[in-house]
């Protein structure tokens, strides 16, 4: 009689388990679909903002995969000026040397925010002189 209750007693456990997975599976889906349209959302905003300020921004946020806003969050620069930027991509990099207790992922970031600023830094420069060349002729 025992054995009769152990087969149903591992089917009914299975299939509870089954369950739990299915509904972690869902709700893990549903908020990846969340995340995923949130950041859709947040991306179209800073394609509108960076819309004022050229196709060569827009280009560079796309390749470096950071933008320029989150760059500066990054380097706490509020202003692009290339000594700023120097100075705290130099501090930043050096506290998250993994050497002195640091994480290597945040020195990437700090290395990766650093490189999308100083290609916005290009961008503006090269803006500029076009800009001074179109008020010559």
Known sequence: VESHVQP?????LAKYLAQIIVMGVQVVGRAFAR???????A???????RGRAGHRSAAASSLSGLSLQEAQQILNVSKLSPEEVQKNYEHLFKVNDKSVGGSFYLQSKVVRAKERLDEELRIQAQEDREKGRTHHT
């Open 8 to 12: 149903s007693g591992t089917f009914s």
């Open 43 to 49: 991306s179209r905003a800073a394609a509108d903002a």
């Open 35 to 41: 995340a995923l349209r949130q950041e859709f959302a």
